[in-house]
């Protein structure tokens, strides 16, 4: 049977009896994912070293929010290909057979690294842990499982006393990673690697926070028991942490790295050196990550809503895109796209920039130079500094204060105000941006009366069609737009840059939101 997804999910009719009709997903499908172990030109002694714009912290997938440093080392219950479908991963299928329960059976040729076997009490024992260890950065998006049973060896049920149409797609990300049972009853840290707890292609050869990780092939690849044969095709991969577009490009020209990551004002440069045909590399627009201006509404000037109304107007995204980012930035007015079923067309004509009602608004507020401070991170001095500057012509005076890419000041409530990436774990769903940002992790949103928190709860329930729980978001988005907390900057494009090292670029996996897996990339003889 053809899988349908999350959001298709709420296409389908419930029946008389109340019951969702079921969903399942058939393994692989249409899309087949062209690894490397069919190919003749795969060098088995291949190495890669890759520079990334963030710095690895924490290997523990409930504490690092940024899949980029443990997608390698912990397979996922499910997997997101670049055209946003969600697909199986460790899990074959799933379905809802009822409005409170998802049912999903998995794999039974998985083996963890330190010898057990995957099954659903794998499964139990990694979600209640993502809900319980301290520090889990996982607890708001998996809110709404009351308990997780394992039925059989092969098929696991959540018990839903909320929602669950997003399950599947936060199942994609740090939710969804499998690790050994074994090593979790152990209650060792897994900060600094799996400790032969990881389900992954690929395991920890040595760890240095805040810049780099290096990896080799895990245990069950090298012994030939890993379950897909496409992946884990290097003999050793190093990912270090530079904090600069141009010293990540300069690194891929020197030969000190194989692929980097070039983001934001610099992929024009690395554009050109690409046509010059002297370097190779794959251009993406992030779908699901999004530039954005982040203010904390709790904290004066920026609980004046009027202020933040006025910042809203001021910000001219189209010159922002053209003068900083070459047009390699998609102005935007929300987080989703009009190609995503839950964007809203209503939103899309609010706040666009008005030079005369951002005046307007900062009079009406009634504050006397308002004034207050903006972190960020080393990507983006360039966007504040065009921001500080867009601001200050209304009168508003923003301070910059340049932070570390692991600062958390503003998640916890200590800074006035953010900009960066809004990138929520599990993003093709609408709820988990907002049980990340708006509602959960960074309560940006006021909600006094519970009200968009009832509205997205609703919103989802898998027994809604697509239609119901598209107008159930639209009012929200309309109310996060009014509240102006989160402004929506542009999508901005990502060049992928290489020597021609590199192969099967075309699989590297993720790329659509920027927390990319290397699975299936490797080295030509």
């Known amino acids: 049977m053809a899988y349908l997804s999350g959001a298709r999910a709420r296409r389908v009719a419930v029946a008389v ?48 929010s940024g899949e980029y440093f443990t997608n390698q080392l912990y397979d996922r219950l499910t997997y997101a290909n670049d055209k946003l479908q969600v697909k199986p991963m460790l899990a074959r299928s799933w379905r809802y057979p009822d409005p409170h329960t998802l049912e999903m059976t998995l794999r039974d040729d998985v083996t963890f690294e330190d010898g057990t076997k995957f099954d659903a009490a794998a499964v139990k024992a990694n979600i209640v842990r993502s809900q319980t260890l301290p520090g889990s950065l996982l607890t708001s998006v998996l809110k709404g499982i009351s308990s997780v049973e394992a039925v059989s060896p092969t098929v696991v049920r959540f018990h839903l006393s909320e929602g669950g149409a997003e399950l599947p797609a936060v199942f994609t990300g740090s939710a969804g990673m499998m690790i050994s049972p074994k090593v979790i009853a152990s209650g060792v840290s897994l900060d600094n690697g799996p400790h032969g707890g990881g389900s992954g292609p690929y395991t920890v050869v040595s760890f240095s926070p805040n810049d780099r990780v290096v990896y080799k092939q895990s245990k069950t690849v090298l012994d030939g028991t890993y379950w897909d044969k496409d992946a884990g095709r290097l003999k050793k991969m190093t990912w270090l942490y530079l904090a600069t577009s141009p010293q990540r490009i300069n ?23 690409i046509k010059s045909g002297a370097y190779q ?18 904290r ?21 895109s ?7 930035c998609e102005p935007a007015q929300q987080f989703y796209t009009a190609k995503h079923w839950a964007h809203s067309a209503t939103v899309d004509t609010m706040f666009r920039y008005d030079h005369d009602k951002a005046q307007q608004l900062v009079t009406q507020s009634g504050l006397s130079n308002p004034t207050f401070t903006l972190v960020y991170g080393p990507l983006y001095e360039a966007p504040a500094q065009a921001l500080q500057s867009m601001l200050g012509g209304y009168g508003i005076k923003m301070k910059l204060q340049p932070v570390s890419g692991i600062d958390l000041s503003f998640r916890d409530g200590r800074a006035d105000a953010n ?18 940002f708006y509602l959960g992790v960074y309560k940006l949103l006021p909600d006094a009366d519970g009200s968009i928190a009832k509205a997205a709860a609703d919103a989802a329930d898998p027994t809604l069609t697509q239609a119901q729980a598209a107008k159930l978001y639209d009012g929200i988005w309309q109310k996060a737009a009014d ?22 670029l075309e699989d590297f996996g993720l790329t659509f939101s920027g927390r990319v897996d290397p699975r299936y990339l490797y080295v030509e003889k």
């Open 17 to 64: 009896t109340g019951l969702l009709l079921a969903m399942t997903a058939a393994c692989g499908g249409d899309d087949s994912t062209k690894g490397a172990s069919n190919r003749k030109d795969v060098d088995p002694n291949g190495e890669l070293t890759v520079a990334y714009a963030a710095p690895p912290t924490s290997l523990d997938p409930v504490k690092n």
């Open 251 to 273: 690194a891929v020209r020197s030969g000190d790295v194989d692929l980097a990551q070039v983001t934001g004002v610099d992929t024009t440069p690395a554009k050109r050196l």
């Open 281 to 298: 590399g794959r251009e993406v627009t992030l779908q699901t990550t999004q530039l954005s201006l982040m203010l904390r509404s709790t």
């Open 300 to 320: 004066p000037p920026l609980d004046n809503k009027d202020l933040r109304q006025a910042i809203a107007y001021a910000i001219d995204k189209k010159a922002l």
């Open 322 to 328: 053209n003068g900083l980012y070459n047009g390699d």
């Open 419 to 436: 900009l960066g990436t809004v990138s929520p774990n599990g993003g093709l769903e609408p709820s988990t941006l907002i049980n990340q």
């Open 483 to 504: 509240a102006a907390v989160i402004i929506p900057l542009c999508n901005t494009h990502q060049v992928w840059l290489q020597k021609g090292k590199v192969a099967n």
